[in-house]
């Protein structure tokens, strides 16, 4: 069974209870998805850790690190999750900013 929850990326939020701004988008997911989404958005923040902590070694150019290119693939991710289980409003405000490029499902 699907249930309604709201999703903000920025601060890694899902929840069932809509409350100061984390509806920045609204999905409709079972409790396997929203593992899933869970998931890829604590994979996005233990990349951007890792990212940080890269980014006080000069010598390593942003191009050549994994950590980055995994925190790319990791937000690539839940938007698509995102995307997939939104509402109407979460799929056309997705596609407004073009995360996803020609990706959308």
Known sequence: MKKKYYVNPGSLEISQIKYDNNDAFIIYASDDEV?????????????????????????????????????????????????ELGDNGTREHIEAIGILGDNQM
Not at 35 to 48: C, E, F, I, P, Y
Not at 58 to 82: C, F, M, R, V
């Open 35 to 83: 593992r899933s989404l869970r998931q890829s958005l604590d994979g996005m923040h233990t990349a951007d850790n890792q990212a940080f902590w890269r980014a006080h070694v000069p010598i390593k150019p942003y191009h050549n690190d994994k950590p980055n290119d995994d925190y790319d693939a990791g937000i690539t991710e839940a938007y698509q999750l995102i995307y």
